[in-house]
């Protein structure tokens, strides 16, 4: 065979072999056709997505499943959460929809790995504690299913070069679950600052929530471990320990075992759309460095910090500064020519001019979670990237893994310790501790 012939035939098999494999690519393909779902994470988060996906009719939820079979106390007492809470509101809405009043049944599973066999789940949400972000998504990827993780992306900076790479080997969609990149409101503010509306953007200070849980202190006692509840599983790959309520479910994020505190539960979003408007979204900073940092007493068992602020600078001189306060989210962007603020109270500017054309609040099935859900079944279908892809997801997610690295050491540091970043190697140059912070150790079979 000629050279010229076989390059075309190569060229020819790359053109036409197919990006999706496995049994519904032909469904998964085709625009006009349903996406088949999965909601991995049933919990606080996870049913509040559930809800909306359900409500806008996004798919068909052919499986729920969570290592909590159902219970109360989630973020506040009379939720009751779990995978067969779940199955029950699947069941009851797609019932309700049917003609017949029947429809394909969802199934309600406890092992993520049971749900990852079915060849006809086209698609996975992946909403469990930040522990297992990786895992899970990326046993979806290989499994050939598209995956909705929610944010943070990760749990450490090590888990997003693996997840990047298993998108991109598996030809994959990932759309990570930092849904202002949805909102109509924070879409007009980011680019408005991205394209110099204010000029050239000299600082942006962000805001995220105090902590709004209280756990026991030191000297708090183990409790026993429910009996709808697989402690064991729910653990995982994070360190054996005795159960508590205050351990698990909504609370879970105030613990450095398993989460990064409000730093990368609000923080998240806020930084997020700091990058965004900065435009170096797959980008980080060059310095880190705490200046503030409050903690509850040595041996309680929320140990991520409950009061914190931190000073980035990037390389184009823009400095970022991370503060809690009363605002669960908002994101201000200060540029030589004025001034942008967004954020869960409202939206703002120096010059009332500057939101001229502000779109309104979405509200129902237009808000900014059932939007972020319906732009990641657009892609599953198109095959298009989504709003926020892969890369984007880890840029802002290793902002708030190295932010608290530093917040961590505060109690031994104390204000006036710049850590040097080096983003292309992933790795603090001039602090050693540092980088011991970012390290999490995993478990067998885990690790």
């Given at each position: 065979?000629?050279?010229?012939?076989?390059v075309?035939?190569?060229q020819?098999?790359?053109?036409?072999?197919?990006?999706?494999?496995?049994?519904?690519?032909?469904?998964?393909?085709?625009?006009?056709?349903?996406?088949?779902v999965?909601?991995?994470?049933?919990?606080n988060?996870?049913?509040?997505?559930?809800?909306?996906?359900?409500?806008?009719?996004?798919?068909?939820?052919?499986?729920?499943?969570?290592?909590?079979?159902?219970?109360?106390?989630?973020?506040?007492?009379?939720?009751?959460?779990?995978?067969?809470?779940?199955?029950?509101?699947?069941?009851?809405?797609?019932?309700?929809?049917?003609?017949?009043?029947?429809?394909?049944?969802?199934?309600?599973?406890?092992?993520?790995?049971?749900?990852?066999?079915?060849?006809?789940?086209?698609?996975?949400?992946?909403?469990?504690?930040?522990?297992?972000?990786?895992?899970?998504?990326?046993?979806?990827?290989?499994?050939?299913?598209d995956?909705?993780?929610?944010?943070?992306?990760?749990?450490?900076?090590?888990?997003?070069?693996?997840?990047?790479?298993?998108?991109?080997?598996?030809?994959?969609?990932?759309?990570?679950?930092?849904?202002?990149?949805?909102n109509?409101?924070?879409?007009?503010?980011?680019?408005?600052?991205?394209?110099?509306?204010?000029?050239?953007?000299?600082?942006?200070?962000?805001?995220?929530?105090?902590?709004?849980?209280?756990?026991?202190?030191?000297?708090?006692?183990?409790?026993?471990?429910?009996?709808?509840?697989?402690?064991?599983?729910?653990?995982?790959?994070?360190?054996?320990?005795p159960?508590?309520?205050?351990?698990?479910?909504?609370?879970?994020?105030?613990?450095?075992?398993?989460?990064?505190?409000?730093?990368?539960?609000?923080?998240?979003?806020?930084?997020?759309?700091?990058?965004?408007?900065?435009?170096?979204?797959?980008?980080?900073?060059?310095?880190?460095?705490?200046?503030?940092?409050?903690?509850?007493?040595?041996?309680?068992?929320?140990?991520?910090?409950?009061?914190?602020?931190?000073?980035?600078?990037?390389?184009n001189?823009?400095?970022?500064?991370?503060?809690?306060?009363?605002?669960?989210?908002?994101?201000?962007?200060?540029?030589?020519?004025?001034?942008?603020?967004?954020?869960?109270?409202?939206?703002?500017?120096?010059?009332?001019?500057?939101?001229?054309?502000?779109?309104?609040?979405?509200?129902?099935?237009?808000?900014p979670?059932?939007?972020?859900m319906?732009?990641?079944?657009?892609?599953?279908?198109?095959?298009?990237?989504?709003?926020?892809?892969?890369?984007?997801?880890?840029?802002?997610?290793?902002?708030?893994?190295?932010?608290?690295?530093?917040?961590?050491?505060?109690?031994?540091?104390?204000?006036?310790?710049?850590?040097?970043?080096?983003?292309?190697?992933?790795?603090?140059?001039?602090?050693?501790?540092?980088?011991?912070?970012?390290?999490?150790?995993?478990?067998?079979?885990?690790s």
């Amino acid at each position: 065979m000629s050279s010229t012939r076989r390059v075309f035939i190569q060229q020819s098999l790359a053109i036409t072999t197919p990006l999706i494999v496995g049994s519904s690519a032909l469904s998964a393909n085709a625009p006009s056709n349903r996406i088949n779902v999965a909601f991995i994470g049933t919990g606080n988060q996870g049913m509040g997505l559930l809800k909306r996906f359900l409500a806008a009719d996004l798919g068909n939820v052919l499986a729920v499943c969570d290592v909590n079979e159902g219970s109360f106390g989630y973020k506040d007492p009379e939720h009751f959460y779990g995978k067969l809470p779940a199955k029950k509101l699947v069941d009851e809405v797609t019932a309700k929809k049917s003609k017949s009043g029947t429809s394909n049944s969802c199934t309600a599973y406890s092992d993520f790995r049971e749900v990852l066999k079915r060849d006809d789940i086209d698609a996975v949400i992946v909403v469990v504690p930040d522990h297992w972000h990786r895992i899970i998504s990326v046993m979806a990827l290989e499994s050939g299913k598209d995956v909705y993780c929610e944010k943070p992306m990760t749990f450490a900076v090590s888990d997003g070069p693996i997840m990047i790479e298993a998108v991109r080997k598996n030809k994959r969609i990932l759309q990570n679950g930092s849904h202002e990149r949805s909102n109509p409101v924070s879409q007009f503010i980011c680019e408005a600052a991205k394209a110099g509306k204010i000029g050239d953007i000299k600082k942006v200070i962000t805001k995220i929530g105090y902590n709004n849980k209280v756990g026991p202190g030191p000297g708090w006692s183990p409790m026993p471990v429910p009996k709808n509840l697989d402690y064991r599983e729910w653990l995982g790959p994070a360190p054996e320990q005795p159960y508590h309520d205050d351990r698990c479910l909504y609370r879970f994020r105030f613990n450095f075992d398993y989460s990064g505190g409000q730093i990368t539960n609000f923080g998240a979003h806020c930084n997020d759309m700091a990058h965004w408007g900065m435009n170096v979204d797959t980008g980080g900073p060059i310095e880190v460095e705490c200046l503030d940092a409050k903690y509850l007493p040595t041996g309680s068992l929320f140990n991520t910090a409950t009061e914190t602020r931190f000073r980035c600078l990037y390389e184009n001189g823009v400095e970022l500064i991370c503060e809690s306060g009363p605002e669960q989210v908002q994101t201000r962007f200060e540029g030589t020519d004025g001034w942008l603020q967004t954020g869960y109270k409202g939206t703002t500017a120096s010059d009332p001019s500057l939101l001229k054309g502000l779109p309104e609040k979405p509200t129902g099935t237009a808000d900014p979670h059932t939007a972020h859900m319906a732009n990641f079944i657009d892609c599953v279908k198109s095959r298009n990237e989504p709003r926020a892809p892969v890369e984007i997801g880890h840029a802002s997610a290793v902002l708030c893994h190295i932010a608290n690295a530093m917040i961590r050491l505060f109690p031994e540091t104390g204000p006036g310790t710049i850590a040097k970043w080096d983003a292309k190697s992933e790795r603090f140059t001039n602090n050693e501790r540092a980088n011991q912070m970012l390290i999490r150790e995993e478990r067998d079979p885990w690790s």
